[in-house]
């Protein structure tokens, strides 16, 4: 930025001003603080242990008395403690250390704090981002009263592979979704700005490509050509760093050869350099010292040395920092400016926070109480939850139910699960009481409706002694509705699977409930993409709940009864079989592409499967339909600064008012290196009321048209783009071709 251009902004926004001003003390008081401080209590900063309650990886018992080691200055954050009076206890010792320096608490506060949220993947189904962004705004508001200075999220790695269980933590598959929720997240973490009393660290997660691990195995290797790494997987980071985001962590895996938490192309040149990020980077739970495992260096002191230099702030659990670095600065293998750039990333945070001025700031029991689990919360909860359900089917309109049905017969292993609708990496801070089960759900809603239930198998049993139970309340009953899937600890960190399909018995609990003639419901609750091929072809209605929170019960039955017309379109594809993973709807076209699902002639085809997804990425229905008209481009071309505006009419043709998540994709036809036969470029969300008719407009300009060639460059070339909208990337039902021109 010129100079003149900078004193013209100061000059004219006093906002600007401000920030600068502030930014400026902070600057002045971070050097000052620095000076004091030893080469120990520099280095003890960017050490961060783990609490004393709770562990999400292998804890390292080196050190008997943290507390202790605390007051010695040797810990910058600690994380996995909540709660105001026990980060009280911890920030007590820290401000009795020489300088005072107070603790960052961390915390993964991944869908909501007291009142759980969603699944991440399954708020991604809602491809709603003003209800994502409060979301993630009341799990920081609440964590924030609850002392929590920093969530360790969003998570914001791209996943194509439902083995991987980590997959129910992000956005999915596509990085242009990925990017507007990666957004959305660190709005809503940040709020109005760190220093307020609502607002926490956002941390982008994990850096980088830690999805694409081979196999869907956890912690595996991954291996990618750079111009995919920039295309798909780094786009949501870059949205989340333009967002603001406080912090990033690093990953697990290795990318090409190199761990991501030694790797200095990901951190110093993408991140801290290209990218000019001014936060810091924390690694993941011991990815310091796991660096020996993978074979990259002989011992912690090495891993010490390769991970600073490469960028990382901050060593979580691996004690690799502390133990070596004074060594290594001593021997001149490590300069005290890397040090002193680590420590002053994570100072500025400290200070951004005010927690100099006031260490305590966030640790007021009466304000825990009065934040935590407000009816707001709640209501949003409920609102987030009905917005995330997928209606995958429903032949003869059999959703949403009457309410003058004599009875209906609840039938699965979590018709009266809690616990499971919390799903992975929720917390324990709100009581399991206040989770409101499929069952509870539908008694609050059911009226003169007589309910009855059968649990007919476990999840993952072989027996199907509960079957005949399960079938005499099913002849009994008008409706059937099944809520069969996952157990909460299915799927999450360190729960990868290599077989997919519904677990145990529960889909032959479907076959023979179905043989009984009545009409059923499926509902599927899992975190990840499940296989249920019988299912999706037999029964007539069947809805991707995911794991909902705790306001699922609620959540599901709104939409049974059609209080919610289902709107949410799959932010992932789901497989036919494991065969066909990974797949991903923006593949490129292959020389040899099918004709059609029939077409085995030497094509690029499976000879057992269709090459199809079952569900496709974008597909989701409602209780009402949505035609598409009229589209129009104002141009038929555009230079590379120019634009086109397009339009077209959405009208209501059902019975109910909805909404409709409409989906613009592009193609650019020939190109060199080769672009994907689609690629979502933009999409809203609309609602209509039944019959009304909308003018839905989009603009198409460079940022829509350009692509990552093979000297990672980023440019456009000339030539015609097709131009697709539909109702699923599989469902498309306008078209138009426009050129770009030199
Ligand atoms: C996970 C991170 C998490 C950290 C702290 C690790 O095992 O990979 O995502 O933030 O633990 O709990």
Known sequence: M????????????????????????????IEALLKKMTLDEKIGQLNQYNGDWEATGPVTKD??????????????????????????????????????????????????????????????????????????????????????????APMVDIARDPRWGRIMEGAGEDPYLGACI????????????????????????????????????????????????????????????????????????????????GNSYLMRNILKGQWHFSGFVVSDWGSVGEMIPHGYVADKKEAARVALTAGCDMDMESRSYIANLPRLVQE?????????????????????LGLFEDPFRFSDPAREKAVLNK????????????????????????????????????????????????????????????????????????????????????ITDTSRAGFAEALSKAREADVIIMAVGERADMTGEAKSKADIHLPGVQEELIKAVLSTGRPVVVLLMAGRPMIFNWTAEHAPAVLYTWWLGNQAGNAIADVLYGKYNPSGKLPV??????????????????????????????????????????????????????????LQLDKSSLHVNGSISVSFDLQNTGKYAGEEIVQLYLRDIVAQPLRPVKELKDFTKLRLNPGEIKKVSFTIDRSKLAFYNDKLEYITQPGRFQLMIGSASDDIRLEATFQLLQ
Not at 383 to 391: Q, Y
Request: with cysteine; hydrophobic share 40%.
């Open 2 to 29: 010129s100079r003149f251009f900078l004193l013209l902004l100061l000059t004219c926004f006093p906002a600007i001003r401000t920030l600068f001003a502030q930014s400026s003390v902070i600057d002045r008081k």
């Open 63 to 152: 050190v008997d008395d943290k507390l202790e080691a605390i007051r010695q200055g040797k810990v910058g954050s600690v994380l996995n403690i909540m709660g105001v009076a026990h980060t009280r206890a911890f920030q007590e010792a820290a401000v009795q250390s020489r300088l005072k320096i107070p603790l960052l608490f961390g915390q993964d506060v991944i869908h909501g704090y007291s009142v759980t949220f969603p699944i991440p993947l399954a708020e991604a189904a809602s491809w709603d981002l003003p209800a994502i962004e409060r979301s993630a705004r009341i799990a920081a508001t609440e964590a924030a009263a609850g002392g929590v200075h920093w969530t360790f």
């Open 182 to 261: 990666a957004r959305a997240r660190v709005k809503g973490f940040q709020g109005n700005g760190l220093g307020n009393l609502d607002a926490v660290m956002a941390c982008a997660k994990h850096f980088t490509a830690y999805g694409a691990a081979i196999g869907g195995r956890d912690y595996n290797s991954v291996d990618m050509s750079l111009r995919t790494l920039w295309e798909i997987y780094l786009p949501p980071f870059k949205a989340a760093l333009d967002a603001g985001a406080a912090t990033f962590m690093n990953s697990f895996n290795d990318l090409n050869g190199v761990p991501a938490t």
């Open 332 to 352: 001149g293998k490590v300069p005290v400016s890397l040090i002193d750039d680590a420590v002053r990333r994570i100072l500025r945070k400290k200070f951004e």
């Open 375 to 458: 009816k707001e919360h709640v209501a949003a909860a409920r609102d987030m939850a009905e917005r995330s359900i997928v209606l995958l089917k429903n032949e003869g309109h059999l959703l949403p139910l009457s309410g003058e049905l004599r009875s209906i017969a609840l039938i699965g292993p979590l018709v009266r699960s809690k616990k499971d609708m919390k799903g992975f990496w929720s917390l324990d801070v709100g009581p399991l009481n206040d989770v409101v089960s499929l069952y509870e759900g539908m008694q609050q809603q059911a009226g003169n409706t007589i309910l009855s239930y059968a649990k007919g198998c476990d």
């Open 573 to 630: 594809s789901f497989p036919r079989e494991i065969g066909q993973i990974p797949l991903y709807y923006d593949h490129f076209n292959t020389g040899r592409p099918a004709k059609d699902e029939k077409d085995l002639n030497y094509v690029s085809a499976y000879t057992d499967l269709l090459n199809t997804p079952r569900y496709a990425f974008g597909y989701g229905l409602s209780y009402t339909d949505f035609k598409y008209s009229n």
